[in-house]
């Protein structure tokens, strides 16, 4: 009726709804990284084929996230939430619940008295260098290099992290 959609779900059953959003995975972006010339083996597709350690064909090189034949959805980041909360409850104590990764980062932040504004900043930061780390290793982008845009965006992160502070659910 009206705008209103109707999905069929495999069990028989009907779900009307004013809106379905449908998260499906996404698809490896590997063409053009020269895998093939590194000897890792890929799908069809192009996912990257991994072992239950994220170790590709080749023993030295690894793969995590969208880009491996894996389930390309919330499963891996509360996996990867784990893996910090494990990390971090064995370094410093505390409880190692799986949660999606910001949220592990911002639980252990909160038990260890670090501010949000400061906690917010260096995840950014984290995010950026991550980012540029595998810039560095994937296009033309030299070590200097990726250190110049690490610092040319550090500012930004100080602005950002207010502005998310300042900010209520629906703005972020």
């Given at each position: 009726?009206?705008?209103?959609?109707?999905?069929?779900?495999?069990?028989?059953?009907?779900?009307?709804?004013?809106?379905?959003?449908?998260?499906?995975?996404?698809?490896?972006?590997?063409?053009?990284?020269?895998?093939?010339?590194?000897?890792?083996?890929?799908?069809?597709?192009?996912?990257?084929?991994?072992?239950?350690?994220?170790?590709?064909?080749?023993?030295?090189?690894?793969?995590?996230?969208?880009?491996?034949?894996?389930?390309?959805?919330?499963?891996?980041?509360?996996?990867?939430?784990?893996?910090?909360?494990?990390?971090?409850?064995?370094?410093?104590?505390?409880?190692?619940?799986?949660?999606?990764y910001p949220i592990a980062v911002g639980r252990a932040a909160a038990t260890h008295e670090i501010p949000l504004l400061q906690?917010?900043?260096?995840?950014?930061?984290?995010?950026?260098?991550?980012?540029?780390?595998?810039?560095?290793?994937?296009?033309?982008?030299?070590?200097?290099?990726?250190?110049?845009?690490?610092?040319?965006?550090?500012?930004?992160?100080?602005?950002?992290?207010?502005?998310?502070?300042?900010?209520?659910?629906?703005?972020?």
């Amino acid at each position: 009726e009206g705008d209103e959609k109707r999905i069929h779900l495999a069990n028989g059953t009907t779900l009307d709804a004013d809106l379905i959003f449908w998260a499906i995975g996404r698809k490896p972006a590997t063409r053009g990284l020269g895998l093939e010339n590194a000897g890792v083996k890929t799908e069809a597709n192009g996912a990257v084929i991994v072992d239950p350690y994220s170790r590709t064909s080749v023993d030295h090189i690894f793969a995590v996230g969208d880009v491996t034949n894996r389930v390309n959805l919330t499963p891996v980041a509360i996996r990867e939430g784990a893996a910090f909360a494990e990390t971090t409850a064995a370094a410093w104590g505390g409880a190692a619940a799986p949660v999606a990764y910001p949220i592990a980062v911002g639980r252990a932040a909160a038990t260890h008295e670090i501010p949000l504004l400061q906690t917010v900043e260096f995840f950014l930061h984290a995010f950026a260098s991550n980012l540029i780390s595998a810039a560095v290793r994937l296009v033309p982008l030299g070590q200097t290099d990726g250190q110049r845009v690490l610092a040319a965006l550090t500012p930004i992160f100080e602005v950002v992290a207010t502005d998310a502070m300042a900010a209520d659910l629906d703005d972020i």
